[in-house]
């Protein structure tokens, strides 16, 4: 479980990193009203941006339980790898002694 939840925090962040270096910062917005020519796009000229915002959102979203999860889990595993769990068995009795020391 440890392993697949690593391996999708590992797949969430370089999807979320690929989509915040495709979006464009606020300040792009000014030149696309100027006739940038992004309203031939799929998602018109506003659609892309909602689109790639809430996409980010639920990356972010997921990125954030699985830190959490494998926080927890990595806290789990270090409060085990501690533990002192060793059998507690009944006192013995002090064996007589057979042979007088001298």
């Known amino acids: 479980m440890y392993t697949f939840i690593l391996a999708l925090h590992i797949i969430v962040a ?3 990193t690929g989509l915040i270096l495709i979006q464009h910062g606020k300040g792009a917005d000014a030149g696309a009203s100027f006739g940038a020519g992004s309203s031939g796009t799929v ?3 506003a659609g892309t941006a909602n689109f790639l915002t809430r996409a980010t959102a639920v990356l972010t979203a997921i990125f954030f339980v699985t830190s959490m999860t ?3 889990q990595a806290r ?3 409060e085990d ?3 002192l769990d060793a059998p507690v068995s009944a006192p013995q009795t002090p064996r007589p002694l057979t042979e007088n020391p001298q």
């Open 76 to 78: 789990k595993q270090a």
């Open 14 to 16: 370089i999807a979320m």
């Open 43 to 45: 998602f018109g000229a």
């Open 81 to 83: 790898q501690f533990r």
């Open 70 to 72: 494998l926080a927890v």
